[in-house]
T-cell receptor, first 115, second 111 residues
């Protein structure tokens, strides 16, 4: 397996534009996580899915953020409209069981810059 | 707020020296993990320690867990320049197994 694949690697967009980040988890992993990393706040859990169903989205900062997982091999994180404070590195991770009893596998991240 | 926090924020050592970083957490846990992040890359899992374990080894890595103090330490022995990275602890909250991360310790190993 190629691991968790995220696209794009880098995204520069203007304030107010819609941004869509994509993730392909490792096949067979039942859990998918979206994290956001900034210098100020570190690595924050935004939302996670179990078997394609969103379980906890309490980390999503605002209604401008939404995430979907239409099938077991694809998830998106959308920001509409984007703002400069959304600039960060967004990571997708997947794991077999979702818990700290197994390792999570991270993608390479998407570096988002909103100008 | 984060469950776990790493300390120190930054650590700079010479190749061959040992590096020790710590993680403190607020509520009881089931498991604790350590991850490494190289610059511009995703996190990579290093080691898992369960709440009923006190120490684990993996190669040059040694992890300890003190549940009474709600803290863990990661020791990297005989460090190499390639160990330069950020190190994160991931904890759950006891009631949930979902991993949450701290801000990490940035380690620089000078050749």
């Amino acid at each position: 397996d190629a691991g968790v694949i995220q696209s794009p690697r880098h995204e520069v967009t203007e304030m107010g534009q819609e941004v869509t980040l994509r993730c392909k988890p490792i096949s067979g992993h039942d859990y998918l996580f979206w994290y956001r990393q900034t210098m100020m706040r570190g690595l924050e859990l935004l939302i996670y899915f179990n078997n394609n169903v969103p379980i906890d989205d309490s980390g999503m900062p605002e209604d401008r953020f939404s995430a979907k997982m239409p099938n077991a091999s694809f998830s998106t994180l959308k920001i509409q409209p984007s703002e400069p404070r959304d600039s960060a590195v967004y990571f997708c991770a997947s794991s077999p069981t979702g818990g700290t009893n197994t390792e999570a596998f991270f993608g390479q991240g998407t570096r988002l810059t909103v100008v | 707020s984060q469950q776990g926090e790493e300390d120190p924020q930054a650590l700079s050592i010479q190749e061959g020296e040992n590096a020790t970083m710590n993680c403190s957490y607020k509520t009881s846990i089931n498991n604790l993990q350590w991850y490494r992040q190289n610059s511009g890359r995703g996190l990579v899992h290093l080691i898992l320690i369960r709440s009923n374990e006190r120490e684990k080894h993996s190669g040059r890595l040694r992890v300890t867990l003190d549940t009474s103090k709600k803290s863990s330490s990661l020791l990297i022995t005989a460090s190499r320049a390639a160990d330069t990275a950020s190190y994160f602890c991931a904890t759950d909250t006891g009631g949930s197994y979902i991993p949450t991360f701290g801000r990490g310790t940035s380690l620089i190993v000078h050749p």
